[in-house]
């Protein structure tokens, strides 16, 4: 449904300096999904975003929406935003204070290209208040609605278009935590039904779980690792994704042995360790083995098998739905979730069992590779 290739675009800066604020972006968005772009501040999320809405002009590369090219630097095609049939739903609703709830969904459709009769704008206009659940709220003020309802307000009147493709740039991010995770919830279940093809950019990870049927990582104007919320979360890739999703411990070791079905056996200060690894690394690389603190199984009992450490609890946090624990292996600490029915007092030996398949082993640097953003003084 969307396809955008090798995307890239640059910005000159203040200091003369060129930006490249999205580099080499691909990827691939089918009929129905949503698809979303996360990464920390400045990674080139918006920017890719404003590239496909046609609020940028790209560098270069490629943008296909159902099957219509409406970027493309090679074959000199701009399509200017208001012909993309796309709805936008940004971090700032950009309501109108000024008109109320039925005026605001309407604007779009009176001063769209198409002439609609008044009936015409009626039925669309109530049937978009109907699916974000504003029915009954047509003649109050935009800025008497409460934060979740303004945002729901601003979804309606990206819908009424009946776009193609739904952009929502950070579009909970201004709600108070609770009301943001609720409307998580709402907005998936939007999305499901109607069966929009949708790109969300976040820098919140948990949302980006949450809602996503994929999900690309950023970092550095470039996508770092696309996959199902669950391979992103499980599988990462490198040590930025591991990293940035979710929280998790960072064994440092050494290449032992690779014992075949994608697995390894590494040195650690915490013992040998069996990982799995997405590459074949010769015996001898250095590796850092990824485990989440929810895989680290706590006992008073030996596992009978997959990896195990001796250690002792450090510290105990208990945190309502769960305690976590900072384990003290050798001079290493490692921190593991624990359901709270375990009441292990700080200072047990306790064993540490750890599966294989929670246990990944990531070769590269902590940070990408990638080239610096800021890569050129401009020639004046
Ligand atoms: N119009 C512009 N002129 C110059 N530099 C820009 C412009 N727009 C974006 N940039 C730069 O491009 C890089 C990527 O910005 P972008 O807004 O796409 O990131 P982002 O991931 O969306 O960040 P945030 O989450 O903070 O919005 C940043 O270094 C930013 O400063």
Known sequence: MLNVRALYKEFPNDQGETVKAAQD????????????????????????????AGLERPTSGEITVDGKLMYSSEKKVFVQPNRRDIGMVFQSY?????????????????VGKKKLSKKQIEE???RALHVVALDGLESREATKL?????????????????????LLDEPL?????????????????????LGITSIYV?????????????????????IIQIGTPREIYEKPGSQFVADFIGSTNFVEGVVESVVGEG??????KI??????SAQEPVPGSKVVISIRPENIHVSHERPTDGNVAEGQIDTRIFLGEYVDLQLKVGESLLQARTHPSLRYPAGTQVYLGMDPEKCIALLDAKSPPAEKIVVSKAVS
Request: net charge positive.
């Open 271 to 276: 013992g040998l360790i069996k990982a799995y």
């Open 94 to 110: 950009a309501i109108w204070p000024h008109m109320d709830v039925f005026k605001n969904t309407a604007f779009p459709l009176e």
């Open 173 to 193: 991010s201004n709600l108070d935590a609770k009301l943001r995770e609720r409307m998580r919830f709402e907005l998936k279940r939007l999305q499901r039904d």
């Open 124 to 126: 669309k206009v109530l």
């Open 25 to 52: 972006i691909t990827l691939e968005v089918p009929e129905g999904k949503l698809f979303t772009m996360l990464g920390p501040s400045g990674c080139g999320k918006t920017t890719t975003l404003r590239s496909i």
């Open 263 to 268: 697995y390894i056996l590494a040195k650690t």
């Open 146 to 166: 409460s934060g979740g309802q303004q945002q729901r307000l601003a979804l309606a009147r990206a819908l009424v278009m009946e776009p193609k493709l739904l």
């Open 202 to 222: 976040t820098h919140d990870q948990s949302e980006a779980l949450a809602l996503s049927n994929q999900i690309a990582v950023m970092n550095a104007g470039r």
